[in-house]
Nanobody
Framework: VQLVESGGNLVQPGGSLRLSCAAD????????MSWVRQAPGKGPEWVAA????????AYGDSVKGRFTISRVNDKNTLYLQMNSLKPDDTAVYYC????????????????????WGQGTQVTVSS
């Protein structure tokens, strides 16, 4: 299994970024997927989740209304569109594959996932 995030960058407050996560080595379309972030000096924070076929999503309170999770199963790719970025969004963003098929995980606990990407850095600063 391989998860490779990309798209992180330095952006000004109010700006936008789109993160991607390319998945390989498992049946991507059978798994819900999550984005989890970790800011410097803080614990991991669950950001968003999407179900296996992409028609159901969920968001953490801190990003609701600003971020959009999506996926293209034909491309084995997960996305996170981030708008109206704030300095508090500065973190390393990880995509994560749950242990079990067919569920959405609303949790940042490492035990809920069996594979993580290497992360992509998002820095929001003027």
């Amino acid at each position: 299994v391989q998860l490779v995030e990309s798209g992180g960058n330095l952006v000004q407050p109010g700006g936008s970024l789109r993160l991607s996560c390319a998945a390989d080595g498992f049946t991507f379309s059978s798994y819900g997927m999550s984005w989890v972030r970790q800011a410097p000096g803080k614990g991991p924070e669950w950001v968003a989740a999407i179900n296996a076929n992409g028609d159901r999503t969920a968001y953490g309170d801190s990003v609701k209304g600003r971020f959009t999770i999506s996926r293209v199963n034909d491309k084995n790719t997960l996305y996170l569109q981030m708008n109206s970025l704030k300095p508090d969004d500065t973190a390393v963003y990880y995509c994560a594959k749950p242990v079990s098929k067919g569920i959405m995980v609303y949790d940042s606990a490492r035990s809920a996932y069996d594979h993580w990407g290497q992360g992509t850095q998002v820095t929001v600063s003027s």
